[in-house]
């Protein structure tokens, strides 16, 4: 007898194929409410369920489910949208999907880092626009990205996956994190335990923390005056970190030279005022967005759900 499980959303077809071999999978071609996922794990009395980050398990829908439900993967590394507590309370584990998005992620960090010190949008537009007009030895420039200090906040998977990148255009790497790294995986990187003292060193900043209580507007008028003058900003962790009023101001007044932003505080409905400034690259949270990550983290997912009702605790628990 298979186990009942529902993916609320349209995942990728490689994972429905792997689902439906697995588990009595209930599949969609869109991404379902919570209300809709509450009232088909009862119907179907389900016992897994797979979710996306736009699918909030709070404690109201947790309290809401069928006991049959045991366990909730979600599709991402970032677990902001699941309430821990409530659902350890009822027994249903929670999972995500570490290390299989890493280099992907790390790779658009690149992808925004080159961009907005390149100023690639620009050069973008120029191009689509029919560039009929030479340009001389001092228009349009950008900033060198070898050689310059790249600053991390939160030297987890991703945070080092970036460093390594960055190492490879010849970048000094310091980093802020809750802790200091073991030598093997600081590579050389300096550590600042506090993240105030860090800012001033940076040439460029990127984050790569989850989005936490904690961690809510880090990025804020305060400490986006203590960056150099003609910093560069990049955020693929997550919007919640950045106060983005903040940024825009620090993009407007040539405080910093260029952003590259892959999360907003609002997603899908992101402050259009960033898109009308000239010196950012824009990407819509794409960070894990390859067929081959997104395969991989619907396997992933799929394996926690199958270890958790084998009665295991699934590899990537989170409580
Ligand atoms: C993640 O995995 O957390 C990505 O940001 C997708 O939401």
Aim: glycine residues 6%; contains cysteine; charged residues 25%.
């Amino acid at each position: 007898m298979k186990h009942s499980i529902l993916l609320p959303y349209r995942a990728p077809q490689n994972v429905v194929i792997l689902a439906n071999q697995r588990f009595q999978a209930t599949t969609f071609d869109r991404e379902l409410s919570v209300d809709e996922i509450i009232a088909l794990a009862k119907e179907k009395k389900t016992e897994g369920i797979v979710v996306v980050p736009k699918q909030k398990i709070t404690k109201d829908v947790i309290d809401k489910l069928p006991d049959s439900v045991k366990v909730i993967a979600t599709c991402s590394v970032g677990f902001d949208h699941l309430e821990i507590p409530a659902a350890k309370a009822r027994g249903i584990l929670l999972t995500n999907t570490p290390d299989v998005l890493t280099e992907c992620t790390a790779d658009i960090a690149m992808l925004l880092l080159l961009n907005a010190c390149r100023r690639g949008r620009e050069y973008m537009q120029i191009m689509e626009s029919g560039w009929r007009k030479a340009f001389s030895q001092s228009d349009m420039l950008g900033l060198k990205v070898s050689g310059k200090t790249l600053g991390i906040y939160g030297m987890g998977r991703i945070g080092q996956a970036v460093a390594d990148r960055a190492r490879g255009f010849g970048m000094k790497i310091i980093y802020c994190n809750r802790r200091r790294l073991p030598a093997e995986l600081e590579k050389g990187a300096t550590y600042f335990s506090d993240f105030n003292e860090m800012l001033p060193h940076c040439q460029i900043l990127s984050l790569n923390a989850p989005g936490t209580a904690e961690t809510k507007h880090i990025i804020n008028d305060e400490t986006l005056a203590l960056l150099p003058n003609n910093s560069v900003f990049i955020n693929v962790a997550r919007g919640s970190l950045v106060d983005e009023s903040a940024l825009i101001r620090a993009l407007k007044s040539g405080k910093l030279f260029a952003a590259g932003l892959d999360v907003f505080e609002n997603e899908p409905a992101y402050n259009l005022e960033l898109k009308e400034l000239h010196n950012v690259f824009l990407t819509p949270h794409m960070g894990s967005a390859t067929q081959e990550t997104r395969d991989a983290m619907g396997y992933r997912a799929l394996e926690n759900i199958e270890q958790a009702l084998k009665g295991q605790r699934p590899q990537d628990s989170l409580w």
